[in-house]
């Protein structure tokens, strides 16, 4: 009888570990359907700190002043050229591409032999009775079209986070906006020309090279776009 009871003890713990690793499966599936998407904006969004400032120089009487935090030109427009300078991009993105695709081909052929009257001196069995018809052909048709339209307008406001040997600004920004139990965020980087930056400060994202706009969301409204994680299972086991 003692044998018999640390038998069912025994088992029953099986049970119970199978169910906890079961449960354990689950969730580690689970976990993986909720792995956020690959985010194409990398680097830093914002300029890092200045180191601390210098101690300050002796007053000698000269207009200009040097600073640890930059210097502005004084008969020159105030325009970004510095790390830590602020760049307004008005993203005016829109793409528009339509691709049409139609291909026809026809092929037929045909052969007969007819034989209506055969000299005595050939076999018997070539006659008449030898002729035939034959006839074939071939068609194929296709037809395939794709169209796609993007139209993406906004404005954010970056930072230089560094400056090339050439002089071009890379800048980079992001922008987060919750409203109740969702948000969404903007992140935008590029390199551009100082030139091509206006008095105010601006500049449009078609004249930023290397431009990267990033636009997603985060809570509900993003996870009611998700595959359930059973689902995301089953399409990646599925052979077919």
Not at 60 to 75: A, D, E, V
Not at 113 to 131: H, V
Not at 141 to 160: C, E, P
Not at 178 to 194: L, W
């Amino acid at each position: 009888m003692t044998t018999i009871a640390i038998g069912r003890a025994v088992w029953a713990g099986f049970q119970c570990g199978g169910r906890w690793l079961a449960l354990g499966a689950l969730a580690g599936l689970a976990g993986c359907a909720l792995v956020p998407p690959e985010p194409i904006v990398t680097g830093p969004l914002t300029a890092m700190p200045p180191p601390a400032p210098a101690p300050e120089a002796v007053a000698n009487g000269s207009i200009y002043q040097p600073s640890t935090y930059g210097h502005y030109p004084l008969f020159e427009d105030h325009r970004p050229r510095h790390v830590g300078d602020i760049v307004t991009v008005i993203i005016q993105e829109k793409t528009h591409a339509t691709k049409s695709v139609d291909t026809s081909t026809n092929r037929a052929g045909s052969a007969g032999l007819g034989i209506t009257l055969a000299p005595d001196f050939l076999p018997p069995a070539l006659g008449p009775r030898q002729n035939f018809d034959a006839s074939g052909g071939n068609e194929s048709k296709g037809k395939g079209s794709s169209s796609a339209n993007n139209l993406f307008n906004g404005s954010l406001t970056t930072t230089v986070v560094g400056v090339l040997a050439n002089g071009n600004l890379q800048i980079a920004g992001e922008k987060q906006i919750a409203i109740n139990r969702g948000s969404e965020y903007i992140r935008f980087s590029g390199v551009v020309d100082p030139r091509s930056i206006t008095g105010a400060g601006s500049i449009s994202s078609t004249l930023v090279a290397d431009a990267r706009i990033e636009y997603r969301s985060r809570g509900v409204m993003d996870e009611v776009q998700q595959m359930g994680w059973l689902q995301r299972f089953f399409l990646n086991v599925a052979p077919f």
